[in-house]
Every structure is written in C-alpha cells, then in structure tokens.
C-alpha cells in the first residue's frame, strides 16, 4: 500500500466538548492525541499530554467530535449535479453550495426543458436527472410531455431512482426503438408503441450517446472531487462509489488515483467494482479486483464487489414476493437470472472479496442470501461479511437466515421520509410499509447493519439516516413502523464502526481507537442529548481526516 499521509505532520492534541469513539472501551473522552494521522490516544487532557506532546489546538473546544460517518453505499454520480440540471422533486443543495429548487409537476418539467432548449444547439441532446414520477399527482411522464417541450433535440429525463429513465420521440427514432423492440424493459402504451420509458440499465443504454455521457462525465476527476466534497461537506469520513467500473478500465483508474493521491482530497473512497459481464468472464473479473487492491493507498481502497439484482419500489422495477405490489403495474425485474447468480459470484467469494448486494425486492433478498448459502457449503469463509443493501423488504425469516449466515445489512433508511407515504399508499400497502427496513428487528436478532443514502438518490448525509432511523417519520409526518425505531446510540454505531466492518476496513475506520485514522466528524451539537426530532438540522461544521481539519463552506 502506497502511504501517503503526512508522517510530517505535527502531533497535535484537539480538545472538544465531547468525544464519541464509537469504540465500546472507551466511549467518551475531551481530548484526542494525533500521530502520524492516527489517534494516539483518546480521554482527558492530561493523559493525551501525558505523550509528551505540548501542541494543544482548541479550536473544537466548542464543538462534538465524533468517529467519523462512513458512507458504505453511494455513488461517485453524486457528483453529476455540477454538469447536469437538477429536476427532482425537493429542494437540494448542489456540489458548489447553491440550493436547487424542487419541481412540482410534469408541467413544470416540461418548462424547465422547454428553456433547456432554448440555448442548446437543435439536433444535440438534453440530459437533465434526479425526477421522480412517483410525488406526480399526475398522468405518468412520457415521450408526450417531452415532445411538447421540444421535437428538435433529444431529451433524457434520468429518475432520482437511478433505475428508469424518459426519453422523447426524437429519441426513441435516433435509436429505432419502435414496437417489438427485443429489449426487456422498454415501456409501451396500450397501442404496443413504446411511451418512452426506459426501464432499468439495458433499457437505458439503448440511449447509447445520452446514457454515455452521465457515465463519462461521472469518471472525470472533477465529478469525483465533486463528490468528495459534497461527501465532505455532510461530515463523511469514507465514502463507497458502490458499482464502479475502476477494475475494467485504467483510464477511470488513473483518474482516481490521480484524485485521491492529492492531499487536499477531503474523504477516503472506497471503490466497489461493479459485478458485470458473463459467467465465465467472472473469474478474470475477480482477478482484476485482487490486481486492483494492491494498488490502494491511504484514501482508495477496493475491499468488495458490488451485484445489481433488481430494480427500484418506487420505479415498480424491484422483485417482491406475494402478493407483489399494492397499486401500479407490476415491472419486477431481475437484472441477473436468479439461477446463475451463484455462478457469477463464485469467482468473488473464493478469491475474499466481500459482495454487496443490491436487493430492493423480498424475492431479491432471498435469491442472495440462499446463493450465499450455497457458496458458503462449498467453499467456507468464516469471516465474509457478505451484506445485503437496501435490504428494504427483507423479510424476518430472511433475516434470521441472513443472521446464521454471518451476513450484514445496510438499510436505505431515507427510503421512510423520502419514500414512505408513496410506498405505504401505493407500492407495498399498510401493513409491509411498516416493516420496511427493519433496524430494530435486526437488533433484536443480532445482525449487523449500516445505512445509506445511496446518495445521489437521496441527498448524503448520516444525520438524516439517524433521524430516521430513530424517529421513522414520513414527508408528511407519520410515524412509518414505529416498532422498527432504534436508539440514537445504535443509530451512531451503524454510521461509523458497522458501517465500516461490512466494509472490511473496521481495523482502519469507523471508530476513535489507538492506530486507527483519525477521521472525525465535527458537529456543533450532540446527536444524543438533542431532541431526537431535531438530529437531522445540526449543523456540520466539517470533518477531520487524518488529523486534517477539513471544514465545509459554510
Ligand atoms: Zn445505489
């Protein structure tokens, strides 16, 4: 591993208000001693002193430091919103601090494209993202509202889900994608003509140019300073690109590398290769991520794989089990075909690297966890951590099976604000909406679990992946599955130290311990002794990464 922090650095003592280590040993302290990047030592003043150092900074005398928040599911296309126009539904703040404001209605998209068009030259295409169908109180969106904003050019409206996109007529001709069309995923009206809704990835990527360009500009090394900072700015410490494609391509390589090797970049990066191709490219896939690993350094590392296997609830896309959805059409889509997926990760579990694995739907959950089952029989690996993420509809037996298994969860907790009043009233119904992401069930149980923004999904942050977790309020303020509410103490934990062992980095991450970096999350109040309602608006003041203060433009 190539080093880069600065053993240049000078030891250094910060004091704080209070210290959260998220190390069960000790919990708590005032005063944390720097070496080298890593802590030292973390208790009172005078036992940090007692190493001889004299170098006392004060500047967080006022404020709470915490383990750093690791991010174990998120996107590096966090960082698109600096190219690409923002359409989705609730304000946003954008990677250079200015706020985006929400649209309401398909109407108000179609103007927004309408000025699009105005300056962009007829005959070139208009990317625009983050729209979300589902909060439209109104026909569903296709190419007929896209061709009433322009006929000239091509529209790409990519969903906040990551999973669905609209395109317009203009479009649909470029690329010949008429009736019949053999491609699973291309939406149709009652006619048989297709509506311009492209569901999930080979549905999008008949789209070739549009589709394309989000995937280029999110490898440039700008997007992935974007997305350090936008990571930064909400107090993450490490942040996962979950399903890059470093390992197949040394450009993209290179450039993050590139990226991360300065020092100024502000956030450690884990690079999750995405699990793509056919069988029997897999083993060489693997290959590639074991070649890839031995080029990590302090802020890159590629410890697991990523697997997509369904689709999204809210798109109508995930696989769920009977009696499948509550209204809308059902779409449930497998994206690998569920017999060969222990095929695909055979290659994987043998070589240790840990599989994450996308599961919105219950039947999704079930497919991994009994192919994990199956590849544990063959080849036994005590210490896998193989984790479901999202985990939405994990249901109890799955759980419990999941448990047994020695895998993790990582829930997309968000899912409760952003998501649940949709998911209670139209996609699963009253009583599974209840019981989606189930955190308290997991504890009851003993599985170990994180959570995600899946950020650029939902907007990062692990404040607000606490507060919903403990709270479980939806959009409109109702309480969704008030048995599945934590405490704060287990909601910090799953952000930092859980987070980081699905992660298999927690001898690096995760916790304020002796050797460990000293990553820290700087906040101006105590996510434990504020009203639990209010978790979510304190402030984050910025974080510090190996002993680096690294504060958020404020
Ligand atoms: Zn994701």
């Excluded at 208790?43 to 007692?50: H, M, P, Y």
């Excluded at 590398?257 to 100024?264: K, Y």
């Excluded at 690993?293 to 296997?309: A, E, G, T, Y």
């Excluded at 997926?341 to 919105?360: M, Q, T, Y």
Aim: aromatic share 8%; charged share 20%.
């Amino acid at each position: 591993m190539t080093t880069t922090t600065s053993s240049a650095l000078p030891d250094v003592i910060y004091t704080a208000r209070l210290i959260r280590t998220a190390n069960p040993s000790r919990p708590t302290g005032t005063a944390i001693a720097i070496r080298d990047g890593k802590v030292l030592c973390v208790g009172t003043l005078d036992e940090c002193k007692s190493w001889g150092i004299t170098n006392v900074d004060d500047r967080f005398t006022d404020k709470i430091l915490t383990a750093g928040f690791v991010e174990a599911h998120s996107h590096v296309m966090t960082g698109m919103f600096a190219h690409i126009p923002y359409v989705g539904w609730f304000d946003r703040l954008m990677p250079n601090g200015e706020m985006a404001k929400g649209l309401k209605s398909t109407d108000e998209l179609t103007q927004r494209i309408r000025e699009i068009a105005a300056v962009t030259e007829p005959g070139t295409s208009i990317v625009v993202a983050g729209f979300d169908p589902i909060y439209m109180n109104s026909e569903r969106l296709s190419r007929v509202h896209l061709d009433a904003a322009t006929t000239d050019h091509g529209v790409f409206v990519f969903h906040a889900s990551g999973h669905l996109a609209t395109v317009n007529t203009f479009i649909l001709d470029k690329y010949s994608i008429g009736p019949g069309h053999p491609a699973p995923g291309i939406g149709c009206d009652d006619t048989g003509q297709p509506n311009g809704e492209l569901r999930e990835p080979p549905a999008m990527a008949l789209a070739e140019d549009e589709y394309r360009s989000i995937r280029i500009i999110v490898t440039e090394p700008t997007a992935i300073t974007h997305f350090a900072s936008s990571m930064r700015n909400a107090g993450i410490t490490s942040a996962t690109d979950l399903g890059a494609m470093l390992h197949h391509s040394s450009r993209e390589f290179e450039n993050a590398e590139q990226a991360t090797l300065s020092p100024d970049f502000p956030v450690r990066m884990v690079s999750a290769s995405r699990v793509i191709g056919s069988v029997a490219d897999m083993k060489e896939s693997a290959q590639k991520v074991l070649d890839v690993q031995k080029k990590s350094n302090d802020k890159l590392h590629f410890p697991i794989v990523k697997m997509v296997l369904d689709g999204s609830i809210q798109g109508f896309t995930a696989v769920i089990e009977w009696p499948n959805y509550y209204k809308g059409d059902d779409h449930g889509l497998f994206l690998f075909a569920p017999e060969q997926v222990v095929d695909f990760l055979r290659p994987f579990h043998e070589a240790g690297i840990g599989i994450h694995c996308h599961c919105n739907g219950s039947a999704t959950s079930g497919v991994f966890i009994d192919a994990i089952d199956t590849l544990l029989r063959e080849t036994p690996w005590m210490d896998h951590r193989h984790t479901v993420t999202h985990a939405q509809l994990i249901t109890q037996a799955q759980l419990k099976k999941a448990r047994n298994l020695g895998m993790c969860a990582n829930f997309f907790v968000n899912h409760v604000f952003y998501w649940g009043d949709q998911h209670r009233d139209i996609t699963v119904g009253p009583d599974r909406a209840h019981g989606m992401n189930p955190c308290a069930s997991a504890d009851r149980i003993g599985l170990s679990y994180s959570f995600h923004t899946d950020s650029p999904v939902t907007p990062p942050g692990h404040l607000h992946t606490m507060w919903c977790a403990v709270n479980r309020l939806t959009a409109s303020g109702r309480v969704l599955g008030e048995n599945e509410r934590i405490s704060v103490d287990r909601a910090f934990h799953a952000v930092t130290i859980d987070a980081a062992y699905q992660l298999h980095m927690d001898h690096l991450i995760g916790s304020l311990e002796v050797g460990k970096y000293a990553d820290m999350t700087v906040l101006d109040d105590d996510p434990y002794t504020v009203a639990p309602e209010s978790i979510k608006d304190i402030n984050v003041w910025g974080t510090i990464l190996g002993g680096i203060p690294q504060p958020r433009p404020q």
